[in-house]
């Protein structure tokens, strides 16, 4: 019988990824108070994230997008939310992925988490990159713990 260790990050990851969405179900479903602001961070080049080539171009690696007054069609799903935004006065839709939202903060609460990502595989890791290795250089130095110890004379 094969033993199954458990992944208490990727547990907790999901249900705070839950809380997450059931917030934006809120949000959208106009049971949260207007006094909220949410700021959400997610990577931009995970797989299943839908913004334009100019918002990547922007935002190569990761996007902060601000959900207070200004948004609209916001529709949450079982595995992401869409929303369309004001970006210098022209209106896009976003498509995210919950798996790839890394931080949320809703400062009216002070209230923020931070999101440990394992595993998602992004569409910059598809893209083949040249390994490159490092020569091991010819005079390394060990430094241990007795080099900041106080020597008794």
Not at 32 to 43: G, L, P, V
């Amino acid at each position: 019988m094969k033993k199954i260790f458990i992944d208490y990050g990727q547990r907790i990851n999901t249900a705070i990824l839950g809380v997450v969405k059931d917030i934006l179900k809120d949000l959208s479903d106009s049971k949260i108070s207007s006094n909220h602001c949410f700021y959400i961070t997610f990577k931009t080049l995970d797989t299943g994230v839908k913004i334009s080539k100019n918002l990547i171009k922007d935002y190569p690696k990761e996007m902060t997008i601000v959900l207070q007054n200004q948004y609209w069609d916001l529709n949450v799903k079982r595995n992401y939310f869409s929303v369309t935004l004001a970006f210098n006065r022209k209106k896009e839709t976003l498509q995210i992925p919950f798996k790839s939202i890394v931080k949320f903060y809703d400062p009216f609460v002070k209230f923020s988490i931070q999101l440990e990502l394992k595993n998602n595989k992004s569409k910059k890791d598809k893209i083949p990159t040249k390994k490159i290795t490092k020569s091991p250089e010819k005079s390394k130095k060990i430094i241990t713990l007795d080099d900041f110890r106080k020597k008794n004379k």
